[in-house]
C-alpha cells in the first residue's frame, strides 16, 4: 500500500498570511495527487486535482505543486473562511489519504 | 450536477450488520463507478471499494476484504454498502462518490451516514 505523510497536523496562522502543508508519497506516484478540504459536519471538498490543477470555482489563492514522492500545498493569503482540515491523497494505485492538517486562525 | 442522497444515521450492537444507501441523480448512474468511503471521527477519509452499476462489478480494499460488499440497483439509480460483523472501530461517517473513470479524483460526494456501534 502507497502511504502518504502529511504534515503538518496542525497549523494556527492570521489572516493574510501564506500557508504551506507538505506531502510525502511512500513512492513515486507521479502527480497523481488531489489535495481536499473538509469544514465539521460535510464532506470533503476538492480543491487540487492531479498535484497542481485547481479545480472550477476555487478561489485562485489555493495552489499545488510537486511529483514523484513529494507534494506541496499553498494558500496565498489566508482567510477566515480557510479554516478547514486539509488532506492530500494519492491515486496512483487506489486511494490513499493524508493524515491530515487542521487548519486555525491565530 | 450530479447529486447523492445518503440515507440516514445508523445505530448499531457490535456484531451486527448495516446497510447504507447512496441515491444518484444528474446524471447517468451506470456511466459512473460508485465508491464508497469510511471516515472514522478524528481521521482520514479511508477507501473502502467500488462498483461498476452497468456490469456490477466490484473492488474492495483488503482491510474490508469478506465483511463488505457493494451493491448497484440500476432500476432506482441506488448504490448500496453492506458492512457486516460491525466492531467499535467501525463507528465513522461513510461516503458515497462516484466517478466517471475508474480511477480518479472525488469531485462529487454524498452528504454523509453516521454509523455509531455500541453495546
Known amino acids: 500500500d502507497i502511504q502518504m505523510t502529511q504534515s503538518p497536523a496542525s497549523l494556527s496562522a492570521s489572516v493574510g498570511d501564506r500557508v504551506t502543508i507538505t506531502c510525502q508519497a511512500s513512492?513515486?506516484?507521479?502527480?497523481?495527487v488531489n489535495w481536499y478540504q473538509q469544514k465539521p459536519g460535510k464532506a470533503p471538498k476538492l480543491l487540487i486535482y492531479?498535484?497542481?490543477n485547481l479545480e472550477t470555482g476555487v478561489p485562485s489563492r489555493f495552489s499545488g505543486s510537486g511529483s514523484g514522492t513529494d507534494f506541496t500545498f499553498t494558500i496565498t493569503s489566508l482567510q477566515p473562511e480557510d479554516i478547514a482540515t486539509y488532506y492530500c491523497?494519492?491515486?496512483?494505485?487506489?486511494?490513499?489519504f493524508g493524515q491530515g492538517t487542521k487548519l486555525d486562525i491565530k | 450536477e450530479v447529486q447523492l442522497v445518503q440515507s440516514g444515521a445508523e445505530v448499531k450492537k457490535p456484531g451486527a450488520t448495516v446497510k447504507i444507501s447512496c441515491k444518484f441523480s444528474?446524471?447517468?448512474?451506470?456511466?459512473?463507478?460508485i465508491h464508497w468511503l469510511q471516515q472514522a471521527p478524528e481521521r482520514g477519509p479511508e477507501w473502502m471499494g467500488h462498483?461498476?452499476?452497468?456490469?456490477?462489478?466490484?473492488k474492495y480494499a483488503a482491510r474490508f476484504q469478506g465483511r463488505l460488499t457493494i451493491t448497484a440497483d440500476t432500476s432506482s439509480d441506488t448504490a448500496y454498502m453492506e458492512l457486516t460483523s460491525l466492531r467499535s472501530e467501525d463507528t465513522a461517517v461513510y461516503y458515497c462518490?462516484?466517478?466517471?473513470?475508474?480511477?480518479?479524483?472525488?469531485?462529487?460526494w454524498g452528504q454523509g451516514t453516521l454509523v455509531t456501534v455500541s453495546s
Open positions: 462518490a462516484p466517478t466517471r473513470l475508474l480511477v480518479a479524483p472525488f469531485d462529487f
Open positions: 513512492q513515486d506516484i507521479s502527480n497523481y
Open positions: 444528474g446524471y447517468t448512474f451506470s456511466d459512473y463507478y
Open positions: 462498483i461498476d452499476p452497468q456490469d456490477h462489478e466490484t
Open positions: 491523497q494519492q491515486y496512483d494505485i487506489l486511494y490513499t
Open positions: 492531479d498535484a497542481s
